[in-house]
C-alpha cells in the first residue's frame, strides 16, 4: 500500500541521543530546553522574529483569536482543514464564509469588503497548500476597516512570498507541526506574532495558564507541547531542506505527466514554494471517484482534501453560499506525496491516472 502521506523520521540515534539527555536533566515538560532550543532554531530558519511553540495547530488558532480578543465575527474561508472554522466556533465566534479564488483557491480577497458588517472583527483565511492568499488586498482591506489579520499557515511552513517568509504576513500566523505536515514535531504548532511585544507577553501566558511564578494575571489554557516533541522537531529540522527537494522532484515528476490533462492550483509570482501537498483537479466528482476507486484497486490511497466545503458543516448555524469553493472540493484530491516516495512509483501513480483519463477521452 502507498500511503497518502508518511512522516519523515531523523535517523534513529539522533532521536535516541537527545531523548538519553532527557533520562539524565528529569526536564520532560514546561519550557524545557529543547522546546527553547526548537523556538530559537525555528526563529531563525524561518527568519521569524517571534515563534512561539505549542501544542498542536488547532491550539495555535485558539490562542490567535483569544490573544487578539475576538469575540464576534470573522469572515473565513470555506476551503481548509476544519480546525481553521471549528478554532472560530471553539471561541464562540461566528465564522462568516467568503467564497475562494479559483486559480489559487485561498479566499477571494475581492470579495471580502462585500462581507464586512458592523460585527466584523477579523479575517482568518489558509495558505492552502502553501499558496499564499492575496495578502496585499487583505491587508488592504483589514486596514480600511480596523480587522484583524490571522492567517492558517499550517501548510505554509518555508514559503516566501515576494522574499519574505510567508509568514511575517498579517497580525499572527499560525503553523501545524502534526506528523501528516512537512515539518513536523509529531504532535505541535506555533503560534507567530506579528504585532509585537505587548502580544508576547499575553501569548507566553495564554499557552501557560495564564500564571507566571505566583502572579495570576489572565485566563489561560495548556498549550504547552513537551521535550520529546521539540527533540523531534531538532532532529527533522536539520533535514528540511533535502526534505523539500525530494518533494519538488517527486512534484516536478508528476507534473510531467499530468499537467497537459489536468488542472491545479495556480502559484502566484514571486513565491519559493515547499510542494505540501499535490492536489489535483478533475472535471467531475463522478471522475474523481472512479480514479479514487482505481487507484485504491492498485494499492495506492488518495485524499479528498478538502471535503466538503466548510461553509457546508452539518452544525453551522447560518448558511454562506460558496460555489467555488463547494465545487472544488467535490473535484479535488491529493495524491500520495512525501520524502521517501519513490519516483518510479509516482511514474506509476501518474501513468495510472493518465491512462484511464485518455480512454474517457477517447
Ligand atoms: C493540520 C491543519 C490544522 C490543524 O493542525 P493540528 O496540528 O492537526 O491541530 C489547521 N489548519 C490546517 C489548514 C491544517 O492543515
Known amino acids: 500500500m502507498i500511503p497518502v502521506s508518511q512522516p519523515f523520521l531523523p535517523p534513529k540515534d539522533e532521536y535516541d541521543f537527545l531523548i538519553t539527555e532527557l533520562w539524565n536533566t528529569k526536564w520532560l515538560t514546561n519550557n524545557g530546553p529543547f522546546v527553547q532550543r526548537l523556538e530559537v532554531e525555528l526563529r531563525r530558519h524561518l527568519l521569524l522574529p517571534s515563534l512561539h511553540y505549542v501544542s498542536n495547530g488547532t491550539i495555535a488558532l485558539q490562542l490567535a483569536l483569544k490573544s487578539l480578543g475576538l469575540t464576534k465575527e470573522i469572515i473565513t474561508t470555506p476551503f481548509s482543514f476544519v480546525a481553521t472554522t471549528t478554532s472560530i466556533l471553539w471561541e464562540q465566534c461566528r465564522p462568516v464564509?467568503?467564497?475562494?479564488?479559483?486559480?489559487?483557491?485561498?479566499?477571494?480577497?475581492?470579495?471580502?469588503?462585500?462581507?464586512?458588517?458592523?460585527?466584523?472583527?477579523?479575517?482568518?483565511?489558509?495558505?492552502?497548500?502553501?499558496?499564499?492568499?492575496?495578502?496585499?488586498?487583505?491587508e488592504e482591506v483589514a486596514t480600511k476597516y480596523g480587522l484583524k489579520i490571522i492567517y492558517d499557515a499550517a501548510h505554509a511552513f518555508g514559503v516566501q512570498y515576494k522574499g519574505r517568509s510567508l509568514l511575517s504576513y498579517g497580525d499572527i500566523a499560525i503553523l501545524s507541526f502534526h506528523a501528516t505536515k512537512l515539518f513536523h514535531t509529531i504532535e505541535g504548532g506555533a503560534v507567530v506574532n506579528?504585532?509585537?511585544?505587548?502580544?508576547?507577553?499575553?501569548?507566553?501566558?495564554?499557552?501557560?495558564?495564564?500564571?507566571?511564578?505566583?502572579?495570576?494575571?489572565?485566563?489561560?489554557?495548556?498549550?504547552?507541547?513537551?521535550?520529546?516533541?521539540?527533540?523531534?522537531?531538532?532532529?527533522?529540522?536539520?533535514?528540511?531542506?533535502?526534505?523539500?527537494?525530494?518533494?519538488?522532484?517527486?512534484s516536478k515528476a508528476y507534473d510531467d505527466l499530468l499537467l497537459n490533462r489536468f488542472a491545479r492550483p495556480h502559484i502566484p509570482e514571486d513565491v519559493i514554494y515547499n510542494y505540501s501537498y499535490y492536489?489535483?483537479?478533475?472535471?467531475?466528482?463522478?471522475?474523481?471517484?472512479?480514479?479514487?476507486?482505481?487507484?485504491?484497486?492498485?494499492?495506492?490511497?488518495?485524499?479528498?482534501?478538502f471535503y466538503p466545503s466548510l461553509n457546508e458543516l452539518p452544525y453551522l448555524q447560518e448558511r454562506h453560499d460558496c460555489p467555488i469553493s463547494e465545487k472544488i472540493s467535490k473535484r479535488i484530491l491529493c495524491l500520495p506525496l512525501f520524502s521517501d516516495l519513490k519516483l518510479e512509483e509516482v511514474d506509476r501513480i501518474a501513468t495510472l491516472i493518465l491512462e484511464k483519463e485518455m480512454a474517457r477521452a477517447l
Not at 474523481?288 to 482534501?305: A, D, H, M, P, V
Request: net charge negative.
Open 279 to 305: 492536489p489535483l483537479i478533475f472535471e467531475t466528482e463522478e471522475e474523481l471517484l472512479s480514479t479514487q476507486c482505481l487507484l485504491r484497486k492498485n494499492g495506492i490511497e488518495s485524499r479528498r482534501y
Open 194 to 250: 506579528n504585532c509585537g511585544q505587548e502580544l508576547e507577553q499575553s501569548l507566553k501566558l495564554l499557552r501557560s495558564f495564564g500564571f507566571t511564578g505566583e502572579e495570576h494575571i489572565l485566563v489561560g489554557i495548556n498549550g504547552k507541547n513537551s521535550e520529546f516533541h521539540a527533540a523531534m522537531g531538532l532532529c527533522n529540522l536539520k533535514y528540511i531542506e533535502e526534505i523539500i527537494l525530494k518533494r519538488k522532484r517527486l
Open 97 to 138: 464564509f467568503v467564497d475562494i479564488d479559483p486559480q489559487t483557491l485561498c479566499i477571494d480577497s475581492t470579495k471580502i469588503e462585500a462581507a464586512i458588517t458592523e460585527e466584523t472583527e477579523a479575517i482568518l483565511a489558509t495558505h492552502v497548500f502553501g499558496i499564499p492568499c492575496d495578502v496585499e488586498k487583505i
